[in-house]
């Protein structure tokens, strides 16, 4: 806030002014309408312009009718098919392919079914080796149990939630590398949904690039950046470090940026909170000269001292500001701390009132005469403070009105 220079022998004498403007008794401290639409015949057109009548439509034919390419309509799968599926997986009836894994097991399958499933099965079955008439594919790099139940997601789209919980990241690197859209939105989420934890969230992360989930990604940056002490410290972190340090430097910059974003939007709060306490000051300090409060108010009104509560949330520590600056013997702008402040909310006020002439509040008309000799610094200081003031006093009245102690404690209580 702006600083203003007194002399120490006129603050004593404005002090003399100020206390005898007040009473201070014993008390401390319809629908619109809508226009028709006109509507032309055609036969109508065509007798007042002269155009001649279009041709009749084609009669039906009775030769090939082309059907669209897809047929729009509903869709119910029972449990009986989906038994069927699975029964067709499990009991390997006409398999005419093996699925070979890490360990060397064997899962029969059809390659009709893998290669209508998968684009990428379709390529590997067209070269594949046969012997004895069966065909032979390889997907290694993943447990058996992973593979088991990839293959039966091609045929029924079913899965145990428990292998699906255990072998969720195989099959979300599975379902990206054989082109698997439908088990790999099931994949992401339920890692979304509940399976990502602070221990897997790098090894997500990392997945999620790789296999192009952006969704997925953000969340877990954002998971590491809200508890990155604790995922800092664990295993999938220090591995993380050691191969892909690219990542790390990026992670660490989230979360400066984040910490940053985060102390300015706290920083913004409380200035926000400081200008509408002092927006209450202002309504405060004019309540008490204009009307009164309780105990304290101008000399021509009558003070009843009641102990009813005021609705200024401000009014109490402004009285209490009042009675300290009307007894203070320092009363020097930089001798006081608590008549500084009065002398500062004396010089908003004036910058705010538009009747000088009228005010009742003490020295109002003075600190508009005194702006005039002021340098430039100080007025550009004191109108931005002013907007500032105001633009939280307008923002305050949808929200706050009517929300005692919402703000912090007051800054003008002694």
């Known amino acids: ?21 007040f009473i201070l008794q014993g008390q401390e401290g319809n629908p619109a309408d809508i226009l028709p639409v006109l509507e032309v015949s055609t036969s109508s057109l065509c007798q007042k312009s002269n155009i001649p009548k279009p041709p009749p439509f084609p009669r039906a ?16 799968v029972s449990k009986e098919t989906k038994d069927m599926w699975e029964n067709l997986f499990k009991e390997a009836y006409g398999a005419d392919v ?13 390659s009709n079914v893998l290669g209508m499933a998968s684009p990428v099965l379709r390529n590997l079955l067209q070269q594949a080796k046969v012997k004895d008439g069966v065909q032979y594919i390889k997907i290694p790099g993943v447990p058996s149990e992973a593979v088991y139940a990839f293959i039966r997601f091609l045929y029924s789209s079913c899965y145990e939630q428990e292998e699906m919980k255990k072998f969720v990241l195989h099959l979300l690197v599975l379902s990206h590398s054989f082109s698997l859209p439908s088990l790999k939105r099931v994949c992401i989420n ?11 969230a790098i090894d997500v992360l990392q997945l999620a690039r790789k296999c192009d989930a952006p969704r997925l990604s953000l969340i877990c940056v954002r998971l590491i950046v809200k508890n990155f002490k604790t995922i800092s410290a664990t295993e999938g972190w220090k591995v993380m470090k050691r191969t892909d340090p690219a990542l790390e430097q990026e992670l660490l910059e989230a979360v400066v940026e984040a910490d940053s ?7 913004k709060i409380e200035e926000k909170k400081m200008y509408l306490q002092l927006n209450q000051a202002m309504e405060a300090l004019l309540h008490i000269c204009k009307d009164g ?9 009558v003070l009843k001292g009641s102990q009813v509560a005021c609705g200024f949330p401000a009014c109490k520590g402004v009285e209490t500001l009042v009675r300290h600056f009307s007894s203070c013997k320092i009363r ?17 006020h004036s910058r705010i009132c538009n009747q000088p002439d009228f005010c009742k509040v003490p020295l109002c008309r003075h600190f508009k005469e005194k702006m005039q000799h002021q340098s430039k610094n ?15 006093k307008t923002m305050s009245k949808p929200s706050l009105t009517g929300r005692p102690g919402f703000l912090q404690p007051n800054p003008f209580r002694l």
Not at 4 to 20: M, Q
Not at 190 to 200: I, M, P
Not at 261 to 267: A, P, S
Not at 332 to 348: A, F, S, Y
Request: proline share 4%.
């Open 293 to 301: 409060c309780r105990t304290i108010g101008p000399r021509d009104k």
């Open 190 to 200: 339920l890692l979304e949904q509940a399976w990502l934890t602070t221990e897997n």
């Open 261 to 267: 974003k985060k102390q300015e939007r706290l920083k």
């Open 332 to 348: 020097v702008p930089g001798g006081c701390i608590h008549c500084k402040r009065m002398w500062q909310l004396l010089e908003l």
């Open 98 to 110: 093996h699925v070979l894994t890490e360990v060397k097991a064997i899962i029969p399958a059809h």
């Open 61 to 76: 034919s009775f030769g090939r009718v082309n059907f669209p390419k897809r047929v729009k309509g509903c869709s119910y």
């Open 378 to 392: 100080d007025e550009a200081k004191w109108n931005l403070l002013v907007s500032k003031v105001k633009a939280a």
């Open 1 to 21: 806030m702006a600083q203003t220079d007194f002399d120490s022998s006129w603050a004593t004498t404005t002090g003399e002014f100020f206390k005898d403007s």
